[in-house]
């Protein structure tokens, strides 16, 4: 998959139903020991609430997907927390992943039955969703090009009017290092494009454009650098912007 969406920041929420409080932990999360750190957390944060079940969803394919029922009726809470997740549409964005949702149940007294608890899990955890905020994450290949300083500002202007994406501007004595970012999926266009732009129609020549690295992952909105830990496909360093 070239993107899919993840959480901003954590979220908390609280949730009552026939006087049982449910209250949910939405996390980003990058790999399965970190969605453990978080569930393991909530357990002894809520001592005294009777469950705390939860469920996770890693990678850029949603590979590696788990639920827990703790104490509830078998399928009754683990599985409505993970389809809410995998069901989550983050506002016309992709789909959501690298996320952990623990959701802690106070008993109120009154039981709910199979069914209630079903919907009050899957309620909960989408109620959540529902004031978290979300960020893209978009597999990127990125490049640079040699422009000559007589021509650096000019070529530099032309470019970013073009719309690509210009990383980084570093000046040597023999000219102005341009780096770029594209879409994987149109890295082989946006290297045409760009030759074009620089009045060298056709593939660019040896060391006129290169390849910095392929099938790095970018976050939207800002610039970063994190350690890809996640169990995904990329295939080098993980850029967030």
């Known amino acids: 998959m070239i993107e899919y969406s993840v959480l901003a920041g954590p979220v908390e929420t609280e949730l009552?139903?026939?006087?049982?409080?449910?209250?949910?932990?939405l996390v980003r999360v990058t790999c399965e020991?970190?969605?453990?750190?978080v569930i393991a957390p909530a357990r002894h944060d809520g001592h005294n609430a009777h469950h705390h079940v939860s469920a996770f969803v890693l990678g850029a394919d949603r590979g590696v997907q788990r639920c827990n029922d703790d104490g509830e009726p078998a399928g009754t809470a683990g599985m409505p927390t993970l389809a809410a997740l995998t069901a989550a549409d983050p506002r016309g964005n992709p789909y959501l992943s690298d996320v952990v949702a623990v959701t802690s149940r106070w008993f109120g007294g009154?039981?709910?039955?199979?069914?209630?608890?079903?919907r009050a899990y899957g309620n909960a955890v989408g109620n959540a969703l529902t004031v978290a905020a979300f960020h893209r994450r978009v597999m990127m290949d990125t490049f640079t090009t040699t422009i000559g300083l007589r021509r650096a500002g000019h070529e530099e202007g032309v470019i970013r009017a073009a719309g690509h994406d210009v990383t980084n501007v570093e000046y040597t004595a023999k000219g102005s290092i341009v780096t770029l970012a594209c879409r994987a999926d149109r890295a082989s266009q946006m290297a045409?494009?760009?030759a074009?732009?620089?009045?060298t129609p056709g593939l660019p020549g040896p060391g006129s454009i290169r390849s910095l690295s392929e099938g790095?992952?970018?976050?939207?909105p800002g610039w970063q650098r994190e350690a890809d830990n996640s169990s995904g496909t990329a295939r080098s360093h993980l850029l967030l912007f």
Do not use: N, Q, Y
């Not at 009552?16 to 949910?24: A, G, H, M, N, P």
């Not at 020991?33 to 750190?37: G, H, L, N, T, V």
């Open 192 to 194: 045409i494009d760009l």
């Open 110 to 118: 009154i039981k709910l039955g199979t069914g209630g608890l079903t």
């Open 33 to 37: 020991d970190e969605a453990r750190k």
């Open 16 to 25: 009552e139903i026939k006087r049982s409080v449910f209250l949910t932990r």
């Open 196 to 199: 074009k732009l620089l009045g």
């Open 216 to 220: 790095t992952w970018w976050r939207a």
